[in-house]
């Protein structure tokens, strides 16, 4: 039996209590939640609270395992996959199958009704514990490799098959097909000069990004000796996504300057 | 404390993983449906472990974990291959089969 804090509550008790409203809200937040991201925020928050419940049944193995695979590796293949397929790619609200919500809500309130009525009363004795499996086998984790070495040897033997097949069918599934001929310096290289030979275009690299006293992001153009911005000098995808700095603005100390050398010179020739 | 509440608390997980899978239309929210069951099913067999003193509930438990990860593997790889053909993480959009 675990110690008790306090009369008639044990810490397995306080464990459950604070982690059982946690992961029946964390539960309805996964599928009430319009975007996936949160969906898998909330499944994480359940993962580790159940992982608590483990550690609080005598499951310290268990616990730590919850943590590592299903928070550590399978959440965070999830998140991986959030990103992949689009994180506010929101789904549509629209009924495909008429009266469905109203069907699955009804049916899951009934399973639930169902296996509470039925499963409510399930134990007339205290838990057992694990005091005497473990004084068997010296020890929680020794006991556990005795049955999964021993007893379950076949089956885990059968799960490594089925790991690697996994990681193979992965690698297969998620390899994309190749659509257009594969690119490779060559081919840019006379792409580039058959554009040249054809249109003109500068077959070299395009200019770099400009670099001044105040400004050297690669939002800044480069500033042609007229102070107009040099073609090509920032990236397309910079100009789609956001304003770039002003060319005639980046010139115009140089260009006031100027003006004032020009004043200066001037005066002088007169007198 | 009666292991009594660890029950309903995986029922009422259950529960809500199977309205989860029924009602959301978003293939990788469907997928975390199915694992909040998995979960349930092994806070059940963590629970009649220590209720009957047996250690075979937690080898069970630990090779659901298992199979869960080869599963969700697949099944990731199985969503990025139809999105990156469907454009689309919806299941009603994977429908190449229904003509």
Redesign the interface.
């Known amino acids: 039996m675990t110690p008790l804090l306090v009369p008639l509550v ?1 810490g ?2 306080v464990a ?1 209590w604070i982690c ?1 409203p946690l ?2 809200i964390g ?2 937040g ?2 009430l939640s319009r975007k ?1 991201v949160y ?2 925020l909330f ?1 994480a928050l ?2 580790v609270c ?1 992982a608590v ?2 550690a609080a ?3 310290p ?2 616990f730590v ?2 943590i590592i ?2 928070t550590g ?2 959440m965070m ?2 998140l991986f ?2 990103m ?3 994180v506010d ?1 929101d ?2 609200m629209v009924e ?1 199958i008429k009266g ?2 109203v ?3 009804l ?3 009934g ?2 009704i169902l ?2 009525a039925a ?5 007339v004795s ?8 473990n004084a068997a086998s010296e020890g ?1 984790i020794q ?2 490799a005795a ?2 070495f021993g ?2 040897v076949m ?2 033997e059968a ?1 490594a098959a ?2 690697i ?3 193979v ?2 690698m297969v ?2 390899n ?1 097909e190749r659509i257009t001929p594969r690119q490779d310096q060559t081919t840019r290289v006379k792409a580039r000069l058959a554009g040249y030979a054809a249109t003109g275009a500068h077959p070299g690299p395009r200019p770099s990004s400009g670099v001044f006293a105040r400004h050297n992001s690669i939002a800044t153009p480069a500033v042609l000796p007229d102070g107009t911005a040099a073609p090509g000098s920032i990236s397309d995808v910079l100009v789609q996504r956001a304003p770039t700095r002003d060319a005639s603005a980046l010139g115009a100390a140089t260009a006031a300057v100027h003006r004032e050398i020009a004043a200066a010179t001037e005066g002088e020739g007169e007198r | ?9 995986a ?10 899978f ?5 293939a ?2 469907l ?3 199915v ?2 069951m998995l ?1 349930s099913c ?2 059940l067999f ?2 009649f ?8 509930g ?2 069970a ?3 659901v ?10 099944g ?6 139809i ?2 053909t469907r454009r ?3 299941v ?1 959009n994977a429908n190449l089969l229904k003509y």
């Open positions: 044990s397995a008790a459950f059982a992961m029946v539960a309805l996964m599928v996936a969906s898998a499944l359940v993962m159940l419940q483990y049944q005598d499951a193995f268990l395992v919850q695979v299903y590796a399978i293949l999830f996959v959030v992949l397929v689009g790619a789904e549509s495909v469905q919500r069907a699955s809500l049916a899951a309130g399973l639930v296996l509470v499963l409510s009363r399930t134990f205290a838990p057992v514990g694990f005091d005497a499996a929680h006991g556990l049955l999964i007893r379950y089956a885990f799960t089925l790991l097949t996994a990681a069918g992965a599934l998620a994309g | 404390m009666s292991a009594d509440a660890y029950v309903i608390l029922a009422i997980l259950f529960s809500i993983g199977v309205l989860g029924l009602v959301r239309r978003n990788l929210v997928f975390m449906s694992e909040l979960n092994n806070l963590v629970t472990a220590r209720q009957w003193g047996n250690l075979d937690q080898v438990s630990f090779f974990m298992v199979v869960a990860a080869a599963e969700v593997v697949v990731l790889s199985i969503i990025v291959a999105f990156r689309s993480a919806s009603d």
